[in-house]
């Protein structure tokens, strides 16, 4: 399959040596986490097959169809149009860094809630975008979800639900902010 | 997929860019946002055996307004045209284009110079390079140089930058009052590439003439096109349906579209027609005060 990859614990730096080895450097889910790969290791194949995070899946690879989606620095991103080495020196956050402390997150809990899925393959990429969309607006009308998730196909043609699942995290999040008194 | 082996170097400045471009001339290109070189490595049709990766030059990425021009850094991602609040008073245009590049979460990674530089003729913002009458600045080893948009675009995937350069950045003529300008392009699914598209860019004087005209074409020909004469005719006049008319018949004249998947060629020239006179009314609209 994809990358030649061996995890080493030494501390390198610079990813500017060239040559057919690189060292990734980055923090996933709030772990640092190091290792070295070929340069062409896509980020996508560095989270499920070297740190064997999986809830990240591949669908199209070529870059269409979100099912990769990721967190680079806060932004969601295609991981399988992204080199492993890019994330050096940045963070990134995969759905399995959404829940907190075993609790799921808003946004998950809002898409078991509506079942804002069907066959569950883009789920992890549709979550990722809500979650970045919710961040950045909070109370997002429903054409604003939809642009949201452009980037992001379901196959099962589940938006309806989808839409729905993103409508009412945003409302939780909202309240619950209320609730604690911070800004609405 | 995973691409072809190569090897990987991240410079930190744009002088070492050069400098390894050069070392590796013939075999290497250049990465930035890396959404149309890794799919082209992926399917094989693209295999350097050299990526220079510009990402980790610092001060590369911005968007500023700076004499008589506005500059736009080569590694700016398209999301921040979009996001830019400047763009969307003075140059909305180019807030128009990042609407509608890609999505949004290509959007985040993929790159102003990237778009600029790859030579696609289904890229959006080469078209709007040309409504504007911008230049792209480069450095290569003899130093910088300036091209002017009019100037880049050779042929499909071929531009004027040689292989040992770099783009800077994208300089803009500084917004004027009464200008106007819009980009829109017909898309058959959701991030894919137009079947047509329009950018368009009017400056008018102070009795409402049309001082300026610029008219760029997407995907109807192996580059983006200029339409030239269906922007002269508007200079000098005071624009009116029938002027927006006679531009839109020389702009299709101008296309030179093919027939494939996204559509056969005389839909595309007639979209062309209709596009611009659409486009033209928005530009107009804007010029003269309104959205």
């Not at chain 1, 409508?167 to 209320?178: D, F, I, T, W």
């Not at chain 2, 030059?57 to 921040?80: M, P, V």
């Amino acid at each position: 399959m994809a990358a030649v990859s061996r995890p080493v614990t030494h501390a390198a730096s610079l990813t500017s040596t060239g040559g057919s080895v690189v060292r990734v450097q980055t923090i996933v889910n709030g772990q640092a986490v190091a290792a070295e790969v070929e340069p062409r290791t896509l980020l996508v194949h560095f989270l499920r097959e070297v740190l064997g995070l999986t809830g990240t899946h591949i669908g199209c690879d070529t870059s269409h169809c979100g099912a990769c989606t990721v967190h680079l620095d806060g932004k969601p991103v295609k991981s399988c149009t992204v080199l492993a080495v890019q994330a050096t020196g940045r963070e990134v956050r995969t759905v399995e860094g959404l829940e907190v402390g075993g609790k799921l997150s808003p946004v998950q809990e809002a898409f078991v809630a509506e079942h804002g899925l069907q066959c569950g393959f883009c789920t992890s990429g549709m979550m990722m975008t809500a979650t970045a969309l919710l961040k950045k607006n909070p109370n997002p009308s429903e054409d604003e979800i939809r642009d949201a998730i452009r980037g992001n196909l379901c196959r099962c043609t589940g938006y309806v639900n989808i839409v729905k699942a993103i409508r009412l995290a945003g409302q939780k999040m909202q309240s619950a902010a209320e609730t604690r008194g911070g800004p609405a | 997929m995973i691409p072809p082996q190569f090897e990987y170097y991240a410079p930190h400045s744009v002088d070492e860019a050069v400098a390894l471009l050069t070392r590796f001339d013939g075999e290497s290109k250049v990465l930035a946002g890396g959404h149309s070189l890794i799919p082209l490595m992926k399917l094989r049709l693209a295999a350097p055996r050299v990526l220079v990766d510009i990402n980790r030059i610092a001060n590369l990425a911005y968007i500023r307004e700076d004499g008589a021009q506005l500059k736009i850094g080569a590694t700016t991602r398209t999301n921040d045209l979009l996001d830019s609040p400047l763009l969307a008073k003075s140059y909305p245009i180019l807030t128009d284009a990042a609407q509608q590049i890609a999505d949004p979460l290509v959007r985040n990674l993929g790159t102003v110079g990237g778009n600029l530089c790859h030579g696609d003729p289904g890229n959006d913002l080469p078209a709007c390079m040309l409504a504007l009458g911008a230049e792209m600045a480069v450095v290569g080893p003899n130093g910088p140089r300036t091209i002017l948009a009019s100037e880049f675009y050779r042929d499909t995937f071929v531009t004027a930058l040689e292989s040992t350069e770099v783009l800077v950045e994208v300089r803009i003529p500084k917004s004027r009052p009464r200008q106007g300008n819009a980009y829109h392009k017909i898309e058959k699914r959701i991030g894919d590439f137009a079947m047509a598209g329009v950018a368009t860019n009017l400056v008018l004087d102070g009795s409402g003439r049309v001082e300026f005209a610029g008219i760029g074409l997407t995907g109807v020909g192996p580059t983006a096109l200029a339409a030239t004469q269906a922007a002269s005719v508007l200079v000098g006049q005071m624009p009116d349906e029938s002027h927006l008319a006679h531009s839109a018949r020389l702009a299709q004249e101008a296309a030179q579209p093919t027939s494939d998947l996204r559509g056969p060629m005389e839909y595309k020239r007639a979209m062309v027609s209709v596009l611009v006179r659409r486009v033209l009314g928005r530009s107009l609209a804007r010029a003269r005060g309104g959205a």
